[in-house]
């Protein structure tokens, strides 16, 4: 049996909010030093915060977390995974009518649109588009990032 998205955001786990040595396999893109392993309501949090209209990049996102925690890095992997969790969570709760996490301000490197976010990139991109933002598309027309990305990035 799957365990339901809000408990994947919620649940407890160990290892969520720890502070690790950057491993080994690592060292070459992020150097020595420490890591954060994210916890998923820190990552609701931080998306929480993002105004309407800005936009904020999964860098960011694992910088600000970083800074926070006093650490040199956020683990890339958690912090993807989580925010997948966090996007479900919020669809969830648009459906419930209760207060949603913007998750779809959150971009991939160079402004690149999510396609593991629910409904996809099309869906990320009319959330955006809604919010006044262009999107720029692939050569098939699908699309693929916001334009201009960088003049919205909010600073956290």
């Known amino acids: 049996m799957t365990t339901p998205w809000r408990e994947k955001l919620t649940g407890e786990n160990s290892n969520y ?3 690790v040595e950057i491993p ?6 992020y150097g020595q030093g420490t890591m ?5 309501l820190d990552i ?3 998306i929480q915060q993002i105004p309407e209209c800005k936009l904020l990049t999964v ?10 925690a006093g650490t040199d890095t956020t683990c890339p992997m958690t912090t993807g995974i989580f925010l ?6 919020a669809e969830l709760d648009r459906a419930d009518d209760n207060p949603v996490a913007p998750y779809w301000r959150v971009l991939k490197k160079g402004g690149k ?11 990320h991109a009319k959330k955006l588009e809604a919010e ?14 916001v334009t201009d990305y960088d003049a919205a990035v909010a600073i956290l």
Not at 113 to 123: D, E, M, Q, T
């Open 17 to 19: 909010g720890k502070v």
């Open 24 to 29: 080994a396999e690592m060292l070459d893109q």
């Open 36 to 40: 954060l392993i994210p916890r998923p």
């Open 44 to 46: 609701q949090a931080l």
């Open 59 to 68: 860098r960011g996102l694992m910088d600000r977390l970083a800074v926070d």
């Open 84 to 89: 997948r969790i966090v996007a479900e969570v």
């Open 113 to 123: 649109l999510n396609p593991k976010f629910p409904g996809g990139a099309v869906a």
């Open 132 to 145: 006044g933002h262009e999107i720029t598309r692939n050569q098939h027309g699908a699309p693929a990032k």
